[in-house]
C-alpha cells in the first residue's frame, strides 16, 4: 500500500523557517498535483498551498509571500518552504496528492501529518 511521506516540521521561534517535504513511500507512484493543508487544534482544516503537474502554483492569502510550494520530479517530492512564520501557523500540515503509475492516477492519498510549532 503505497502512502505519502512527510517530514520537516518542528518547533521554531517567530521570524523563523521550516521546510517541508513531501514524497511516496514506493518511487513507482509519482506525485502529481499536490496540494499542503494544515489543521489547527479547534479549527478546520484548510488548503495552504498547492503545485500542479505544470508547476502552477497557488496560495491561501495568509501565506503569500511567506511560503513557497515547489517540486523536484526526479526525487519525486514536493517541497513546502514557509518563512517568516508566524504562531498563527502552528498547525499539522498534510500533504494531499494525485499519484500516477504508468498510466493509471490515483486520487485522493493523505499524509500522516508534521507538526509545525512556532513560538512566540
Not at 73 to 90: G, I, R
Not at 105 to 115: A, E, M
Request: proline letters at 2%.
Amino acid at each position: 500500500q503505497v502512502q505519502l511521506v512527510e517530514s520537516g516540521g518542528g518547533l521554531v521561534q517567530a521570524g523563523g523557517s521550516l521546510r517541508l517535504s513531501c514524497t511516496t513511500s514506493q518511487s513507482t507512484f509519482r506525485l502529481n498535483a499536490v496540494n499542503w493543508h494544515r489543521q489547527a487544534p479547534g479549527k478546520q482544516r484548510e488548503l495552504v498551498a498547492g503545485i500542479s503537474s505544470g508547476n502552477s502554483t497557488n496560495y491561501a492569502d495568509s501565506v503569500k509571500g511567506r511560503f513557497t510550494i515547489s517540486r523536484d520530479n526526479a526525487k519525486n517530492t514536493v517541497y513546502l518552504q514557509m518563512n517568516s512564520l508566524k504562531p498563527d501557523d502552528t498547525a499539522v500540515y498534510y500533504c494531499n496528492a494525485t499519484l500516477i503509475r504508468g498510466t493509471a492516477r490515483y486520487y485522493g492519498y493523505w499524509g500522516q501529518g508534521t507538526q509545525v510549532t512556532v513560538s512566540a
